[in-house]
């Protein structure tokens, strides 16, 4: 049985918008920002979840010019064609602000990487890709649309899913999901009992506001019914809790997510939580 202190981080280290992939050998957690060896998205391995060490970070920074200078957030991995697909968001250095975020993808032979540079997946302002492999094979990406611009028809904050017609394309047929709130982030898509569940943070990421919620559907286009009751939110001892992934281990399905330390010492570190269902709504276990 997986044993973890919860719900204390795993890592206590600064590793926003943690993913989690687990392999033959043990556990992948892929995280936002710069990596210790001066690449970007940096990579810890497990074997228990309990006791990890640094791998590498995944990507390295473009060249002048390049959509992938600047950001580097939310990885997130696809396996699929016996190669490790990880998308992405980054942007180029001379776009103001963060107008030119866009979700791209790098690509390697084994999950430790390192990943080669595929280029821009989402042609259009976007953050948080997640993708998803539906039981019938066909292959998803889920993501939220961020700025518009006169090329742009869809609204900021507000939850998409486009087919992936290929790992490095999309159909360009988007359809929106989630827009009820002002900004909705970091979509992930689970399927279970015939259902589909998409997760999402609400909230500023800097402050107690931020929390992990969820919405339920027949049909993986929705529409999708948000859940009153948020999933997890924050207490004496995590602050804002969010941006959070699902994997499985140990027969079980788990949440990873971050959050800061009451003391805020060493950023938004990463935990995990298992799920239980109840009624085919998840729910934290205790």
């Not at 968001?89 to 080669?116: F, I, K, S």
């Not at 827009?179 to 997760?199: F, K, N, S, T």
């Amino acid at each position: 049985m997986i044993s973890v202190p919860l719900p204390s981080p795993i890592i206590p280290r600064n590793l926003p918008d943690p993913f989690v992939l687990a392999g033959g050998q043990g556990y992948y957690l892929f995280a936002t920002g710069q990596a210790d060896d001066g690449r970007r998205l940096p990579i810890w391995f497990s074997r228990d979840l309990r006791n990890w060490r640094f791998v590498r970070g995944a990507v390295t920074a473009g060249e002048p010019g390049a959509w992938n200078r600047r950001n580097f957030w939310a990885p997130e991995v696809l396996v699929r064609e016996g190669r490790y697909w990880l998308y992405y968001t980054a942007m180029p250095d001379d776009t103001p602000g963060n107008t030119g975020n866009r979700v791209g993808l790098a690509v390697a032979d084994r999950p430790e990487g390192p990943y080669e540079d595929c280029g821009v997946v989402v042609p259009h302002a976007s953050l948080d890709g997640s993708p998803f492999v539906d039981t019938d094979g066909s292959a998803w990406l889920f993501y939220t649309a961020e700025f518009r611009t006169a090329a742009d028809s869809m609204t900021p904050g507000r939850v998409y899913v486009d087919r992936l017609i290929e790992p490095g394309r999309v159909a360009g047929e988007p359809a929106e999901l989630l827009g009820a709130h002002e900004w909705q982030e970091g979509p992930v898509c689970i399927r279970r009992d015939g259902r589909y569940l998409l997760l999402f943070s609400l909230g500023n990421w800097g402050d107690a506001t931020y929390r992990v919620c969820w919405a339920s559907s027949d049909g993986l286009g929705g529409p999708f019914v948000e859940s009153p009751q948020p999933l997890l939110v924050g207490d004496d001892i995590q602050i804002g809790p969010g941006h959070c992934n699902v994997f499985a281990a140990d027969g079980a399905t788990w949440l990873v997510y971050h959050a800061w330390t009451p003391d805020r010492a060493a950023g938004r570190q990463p935990c995990i939580r298992r799920l239980d269902w109840v009624g085919g709504c998840p729910v934290l276990a205790r």
